[in-house]
């Protein structure tokens, strides 16, 4: 029996028990997947309970991310690369940090027939989700990058590394701005949690849509609801729109693999995995 969590703080609407469970149960795998609320001051707590022997594993979502580094033996390529973790796996009292943030999203762009390299990108945000989806992007040959923020800082502070061949350009997020550079956007990100239940704000408007060729996929993080306005809004206009629970579900299959040390049949996984959580 393999024993999991996910920590967070909130961690009580989080998804990744159904979505683990789901890929661990049609792998045959027994296994313990918990839900764990861990408040920042109790981490150094919790990674005692886990060394211990309490898990074999765990996910981590905010506020961990970045925090957990300290305690960790060894991170793998991405987890540096990202400066951030999202999988660890307990391994004789040690802690090893993996991050399957970025080939989660490379997997489900590649879903709608979509891929970074030579791609023009729209991202609004920059915050964690957007630093994940950005280095990946870099990573992945992605011809430009406009990054969107209203904190120009915070833009600055995810994009401040060696972008390769890849423009990156930082604009701000009125709706004028946005448009100007959605003008030959292949894939415009939304990497904020405007239009997210429970956040009372949204965009002031979507114009910005019409500047979008008509090719392009408009892509939100966000997965609850499963229909943003945003993508209702792209939709009306005839784009292609992705909500954010393929990205969930790719980098959770991706983690499994650390977790249980083998490659998966992810796309078997996936079709199994969407199929039990998609009307959650
Ligand atoms: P975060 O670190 O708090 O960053 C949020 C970003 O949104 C920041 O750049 C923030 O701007 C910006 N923002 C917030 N309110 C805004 C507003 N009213 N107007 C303009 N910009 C605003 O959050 P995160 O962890 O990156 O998460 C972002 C979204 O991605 C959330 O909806 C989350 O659920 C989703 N997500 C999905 C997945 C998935 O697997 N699908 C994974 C991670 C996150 P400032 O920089 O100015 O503060």
């Known amino acids: 029996m393999i024993r999991l969590a996910v920590i967070g703080d909130p961690i009580e609407h989080s998804l990744s028990p159904a979505v683990h469970g789901a890929a661990l149960n049609r792998l045959g795998i027994e296994y313990e ?3 764990v609320l861990v408040h920042p001051e109790n981490l150094g ?3 005692k309970t886990a060394r211990a022997g309490g898990y074999d594993g765990f996910n981590l979502t905010m506020p ?3 925090n957990i580094l300290p305690y960790l033996s060894q991170t793998d390529e991405e987890a540096q690369y990202y400066s951030a973790v999202n999988t660890v796996c307990v391994r004789d009292g040690e802690l090893y940090g993996f991050n399957t943030d970025g080939i989660g999203y490379e997997l489900a762009l590649g ?3 979509k891929r970074f390299r030579g791609s023009r990108l729209v991202v609004l945000g920059a915050g964690g989700a957007a630093a994940a989806v950005i280095a990946a992007a870099i990573r ?3 011809e430009s990058i406009s990054v969107a923020c209203r904190t120009a800082a915070h833009a600055e502070k995810i994009c401040d590394r060696d972008t390769g061949d890849t423009k990156v350009k930082i604009c701000g997020f009125s709706d004028t701005e946005i448009a100007a550079e959605c003008k030959g956007a292949e894939v415009l990100i939304n990497a904020t949690p405007l239009g997210m239940e429970g956040v009372a704000h949204n965009f002031d408007g979507f114009d910005f849509l ?3 060729p008509q090719e392009a996929l408009v892509s939100d993080l966000i997965y609850k609801p499963n229909k943003t306005k945003l993508l209702a809004e792209a939709e009306a206009r005839g784009l292609k729109t ?3 629970l393929d990205m969930l579900i790719f980098q959770a299959i991706a983690a499994d693999e650390r977790y249980l040390d083998r490659k ?3 796309q078997d996984l996936y079709k199994t995995v969407i199929d039990a959580v998609k009307d959650r």
């Open 64 to 66: 961990h991310k970045v």
């Open 242 to 244: 992705q909500n954010g």
């Open 264 to 266: 998966l049949d992810v």
């Open 111 to 113: 879903r709608m027939g």
């Open 140 to 142: 992945g040959g992605a």
């Open 210 to 212: 019409d500047a979008l």
């Open 45 to 47: 707590e919790f990674v």
């Open 33 to 35: 997947y918990k839900k």
